[in-house]
């Protein structure tokens, strides 16, 4: 009903498969029988109690109204003193929008700055919601593919070949969903000196698991001379400290466009909840033992899981360096990803993500999140294994 009534653009728009898989794994548990979820991308920790005692408090005490529409002053004030000490960039609150999740920024970012056929370069496999935003704007996504070969790290090589005068946006993500990839320090360096003789280019620069990274940290792009004011950063509170459903994330970028977010943020949602956002300082400014808890299990889980697949014949994985996803290689059992996917959760009881559900460069993978618990992991691998060897 209403097919010819909805606008155009609707048919652009591509959801997230992993909710659906959820869906189809909870039906499946309804019916009485035993799921182990991987396919979803959220923290199994709870919020931090400090954090949840700051929203009660901030209710209590009257923070229950509207707020400015780029965020509380004392929150944006925070996340300026928190990008100089985890991002090493000399920010301002002028230039700070809040916005209910990560995902508004790349929303807002697209309406923002793509004209009809502006081309973005995007990682492919990444994060769904990069495709379907750049084409509701009316770009051309340019996937840059993602290679095992070099543990699905950035391809500065293979960057430069994709830049045409059509070039607006270029889209990274370090730590990767859906890959764990990481660039380097020198990755960053090679974009950036890759970029300099473009300085009409934007870089959208996702960095909503810059925290859970098991290595060194590299720099923000955003801190490389001549970078800031070309880049808009996308972070925020749902991964670090376990809020996905708390919706709340902020974009870092230069005053100019701030005002431009500002005016889409004053048309969609007025602000974010004013409670939330207090709870926010807390989380920016109040102990970060949590975040240093929640990244020794995620490395723990991810040490186990990926030594364990990598013990299943034909299944290679290669060891994710952030976030906590896992994406191996199944493309030896000669099914493509999506019926993989499918039989896995019919026959063996475990919910993953096919690879092509994150762009078509996904072909031949899944993606495993190990936010669940080692005991779930380890009752996942074997059940791939026995699923696997019947194939
Ligand atoms: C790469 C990436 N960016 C952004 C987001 C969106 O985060 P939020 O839930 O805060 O909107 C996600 C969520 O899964 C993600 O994986």
């Known amino acids: 009903m209403f097919e010819h009534s909805v606008a155009h653009r609707m048919s652009l728009l591509h959801t997230e498969s992993a909710f659906g898989i959820m869906a189809h794994a909870n039906a499946l548990e309804a019916q009485g029988k035993r799921i182990i979820h991987m396919e979803i991308g959220q923290p199994d920790f709870k919020t931090p109690r400090n954090i949840i005692e700051a929203a009660y408090r901030a209710m209590n005490s009257g ?37 209910p999740g990560g995902k508004p920024v790349m929303f807002y970012t697209m309406l923002m700055l793509i004209e009809p056929g502006d081309e973005v370069i995007y990682p492919n496999p990444s ?83 810059d925290r859970l990274v098991f290595g060194k940290k590299p720099p923000s792009i955003a801190s490389l001379p001549g970078m800031k004011d070309r880049t808009i950063i996308l972070d925020g509170f749902s991964k670090t400290y376990s809020m996905t459903g708390w919706r709340l994330g902020y974009g870092i970028l230069h005053p100019d466009l701030a005002k431009h977010m500002e005016m889409l943020m004053v048309n969609s949602n007025s602000c974010a909840a004013a409670f939330t956002q207090m709870a926010a300082v807390e989380a920016l400014t109040g102990p970060q033992n949590s975040v240093e808890t929640m990244k020794r299990a995620f490395r723990e889980r991810r040490d186990y899981l990926v030594a364990a697949l990598n013990g299943i014949p034909g299944i290679t994985c290669c060891m994710p360096q952030g976030a906590f996803y896992a994406f191996p290689d199944i493309s030896s059992f000669g099914l493509d990803c999506k019926t993989f996917c499918d039989r896995l959760l019919e026959e063996a009881g475990v919910a993953a993500a096919w690879g092509t559900s994150f762009g078509a460069y996904g072909e031949g993978y899944l993606r495993l999140s190990y936010a669940t618990s080692l005991e779930n992991i380890r009752e996942a691998v074997r059940r791939i294994g026995d699923f696997t060897a019947r194939l």
């Open 127 to 209: 994060f769904p919601i990069y495709e379907s935003c750049i084409k509701f704007a009316g770009g051309v996504p340019v996937p840059l593919p993602l290679t095992a070969e070099n543990g699905f790290r950035l391809d500065v090589n293979r960057l430069r070949a994709l830049i045409t005068p059509k070039t607006k946006l270029v889209l990274i993500n370090s730590p990767s969903n859906p890959t764990g990839g990481v660039f380097t320090p020198e990755d960053i360096q090679s974009l950036a000196d890759a970029l300099r003789p473009h300085p009409d280019i934007f870089i959208l620069s996702d960095e909503i698991y």
């Open 63 to 99: 923070y229950t109204g509207y707020t400015p529409t780029p965020g509380l002053p004392v929150l944006r004030n925070a996340i300026a003193d928190y990008a100089r000490r985890w991002k090493q960039i000399d920010t301002s609150p002028e230039e700070i929008v809040v916005v």
